[in-house]
């Protein structure tokens, strides 16, 4: 294995970031050109998504068949979701992941309609959490993927919220993993993780880490999602 400088590993933080930038512009715009509105089908609001990233952006899905958008149950159940119309008083995740693969990064937002303030709430919880955990993150040079999980599980139960997944969030370049029985917790922050999360990889890369946060409200069958780059932002 060739040994890697300090400008391959610049240039991969640099790749990172700019994936993570891409998303945010696209989701900038999507909010911009009011492309999420209720009585549209989610597929219809996915077909305008890519076509914004490829007219705007110059980028094409990563990822044929996967999805940009889910809203109301389909917010917390698995996929594969059945189709859905929006509707007036829904949270709707959009969840550019599939334009990123070529990034190896993800980016996750969850947008409430409507004025029942116990979606905006969510949402509101959600962001309190996702700071949390940057700043627990912040705060300790030494933490650990399990040590970084306990955080954000308390900080959700202060919320009186609970984790929709077993993990929090995953090495870049990492396909997600739907269930706990994962064959390598050392790249999730995860109950299982006990390494800590700043460490050059086996490859000779620096770990970076992409925080994935989906918070539940069970009582309305609803959740909110938030993903994005935890340790270059």
């Known amino acids: 294995m060739a040994t890697l400088n300090r400008m ?5 933080a640099l790749h990172l970031l700019e994936g ?43 990822r044929v068949g996967r999805r940009f958008v889910r809203s109301g149950s389909n917010t ?9 119309v929006i509707g007036a008083q829904d949270l709707v995740v959009l969840d550019f992941e599939s334009l990123l693969a070529p ?20 949402v509101h919880d959600l962001a309190v959490v996702a700071a ?11 933490i650990t993927g399990r040590a970084l999980y306990a955080e954000v599980r308390s900080l959700a139960a ?11 969030g995953r090495l870049t370049g990492t396909a997600p993993a739907p269930h706990a029985e994962a064959t390598r917790p050392e790249v999730f922050i995860g109950p299982d993780n006990d390494r800590p999360l700043r460490r050059t990889l086996e490859e000779g890369w620096q770990a970076h ?20 780059l935890l340790d270059l932002v």
Request: charged fraction near 30%; glycine fraction near 10%.
């Open 132 to 142: 949390g955990a940057r700043d627990a993150f912040r705060a300790d040079d030494a």
């Open 20 to 62: 993570q930038r891409l998303a945010q512009r696209l989701f900038a715009q999507v909010i911009a050109t009011e492309v999420i509105k209720p009585g549209r089908s989610e597929e219809e609001v996915d077909n305008r998504i890519a076509l914004i990233a490829r007219e705007v952006f110059g980028v094409r899905a990563g």
């Open 158 to 168: 202060r919320a009186d919220r609970s984790l929709g997944a077993w993990h929090c």
């Open 209 to 228: 880490w992409i925080l994935q946060i989906h918070l539940v409200d069970e009582q309305r069958g609803h959740a909110a999602v938030h993903t994005e």
């Open 103 to 122: 990034y190896e990064t993800g980016f996750a937002r969850t947008v409430a309609l409507g004025d029942a303030l116990v979606r905006p709430r969510l």
């Open 76 to 84: 917390v159940v698995g996929g594969p979701w059945p189709e859905r």
């Open 8 to 12: 391959d590993v610049g240039l991969r």
